[in-house]
């Protein structure tokens, strides 16, 4: 069926359309930091002497190289642990079909449907109690278990997908199970596997809420986190507030263009394969 010129250009505007509503509120930021400190900026106006000091100040004021060390941290807590687990158990409901797989799914995809908020006193309360409040652990142990549901729904959708005559002509050769996971098909899901990584590796460097809520230290805490310390210092100073949150998005969105051919080749390979 051929799409007509109307519908290309119908397409194109609406992208255009959402691309605008999607950037304003990063324009309206970078613009709003870059007026004097202690000033009340108003809209999208440019400021008549840019203050460019204001991303060192607040690079300074937030202790952000600490902050930084201590997101990278997490992250490399949090998301080799994460990738390992959530592969081998994908693989196992996905592609071995173990007993009781079907069941297996259900429970992660009721995961996917709790509250992430309702769910932060719970985690408080055992923390409290297992005395790793206010530690690296108290962030990185909940985020691994909270990010279980995509994850390994995400690697089922992959393994469930994979020809099942590949497997059966690796057993003919003598491969045993742990042969099939590491040699074959460990290889053939690195585009998911590299794709789910990028997504948790933005979403615990973003992580906001655990990081307030179980940290008390401010150089426990991930980048995202500590701007809710920051905000309540400097919440009449709003270029330095808005100069600090432009510091913190930098690093996501740098890995996320960097990175956007990972990402979207392994969601058009589900797409494919569908």
């Avoid at 607040?58 to 930084?68: H, P, Y």
């Amino acid at each position: 069926m051929k799409i007509g010129r109307g519908e290309i250009f119908a397409g194109r505007a609406l992208l255009l359309l959402l691309m605008t509503f999607t950037l304003l509120p990063f324009i309206s930021i970078f613009l709003t930091a870059l007026h004097p400190s202690g000033s009340v900026p108003g809209g999208l106006d440019w400021p008549t002497d840019p203050q460019w000091g204001n991303f060192v100040e607040a690079f300074k004021v937030a202790n952000m190289s600490t902050l930084i060390v201590s997101s990278v941290r997490i992250v490399l807590m949090v998301v080799p642990i994460a990738l390992v687990i959530s592969t081998m158990a994908g693989f196992a409901i996905g592609m071995l079909r173990i007993p009781g797989s079907s069941l297996l799914l259900l429970l992660f995809v009721f995961g996917l449907t709790l509250p992430f908020q309702g769910i932060i006193i719970p985690i408080y309360t055992l923390e409290r109690a297992l005395h790793i409040y206010n530690t690296k652990f108290a962030i990185a142990l909940p985020l691994i278990a909270l990010y279980m549901p995509f994850s390994v729904f995400w690697m089922r959708a992959h393994f469930v997908n994979i020809p099942v005559e590949i497997s059966e002509a690796a057993r003919v050769d003598g491969a045993t199970t742990w042969d099939l996971f590491r040699r074959i098909h460990l290889p053939l899901a690195q585009a998911p596997i590299a794709s789910l990584g990028i997504l948790m590796s933005i979403w615990t460097w973003n992580q906001f809420l655990l990081a307030l809520v179980l940290v008390e230290d401010p150089n426990q805490r991930t980048m995202a986190g500590a701007l809710g310390a920051f905000q309540g210092h400097y919440a009449t100073n709003v270029p330095l507030l808005c100069a600090g949150t432009i510091i913190i998005l930098v690093p996501t969105l740098l890995v996320f263009v960097l990175f956007q051919r990972q990402i979207i080749k392994a969601l058009l390979q589900g797409a494919v394969k569908g």
